[in-house]
């Protein structure tokens, strides 16, 4: 089981860190995405962890601002992000993928999270 959570209301420009805990399994057995849907929009993939592997991707619109990282004592993957646009307004969600295969496209993952909703006001 996956658990999203640090979304919230934010002015353009500012900064958030969401948190993605795993309950049941080790997230360093696993690559953990971050994807995000905005309203009447497919799901975009963002970023991905594969802390076992020890790499790191991320989606070219957000290449610059946002950062991945996991904590395995705390068995918690963390997307910080800063200089954040109202563009990046959406659901976030954490997926999880059990062969350590960093993915950013839905459908392929084997856990999901239920999702944080990330509001950045212009």
């Known amino acids: 089981q996956l658990q999203a959570s640090g979304g919230g209301l934010v002015q353009a420009g500012g900064s958030l860190r969401l948190s993605c805990t795993a309950s049941?399994?080790?997230?360093?057995?696993?690559?953990i995405a971050w994807f995000r849907q905005a309203p009447g929009k497919e799901p975009e993939g963002v970023a991905c962890?594969?802390?076992?592997?020890?790499?790191?991707y991320y989606a070219d619109p957000v290449k610059r601002g946002f950062a991945i990282s996991s904590d395995n004592v705390k068995n918690t993957v963390y997307l910080q992000m800063n200089s954040l646009k109202p563009e990046d307004t959406g659901v976030y969600y954490c997926a999880a993928e059990r062969r350590g295969i960093c993915l950013l496209v839905a459908g392929v993952h084997d856990y999901w999270g239920q999702g944080t909703l990330v509001t950045v006001s212009s």
């Open positions: 049941g399994f080790s997230l360093e057995d696993y690559a």
């Open positions: 962890i594969s802390p076992g592997v020890g790499s790191i």
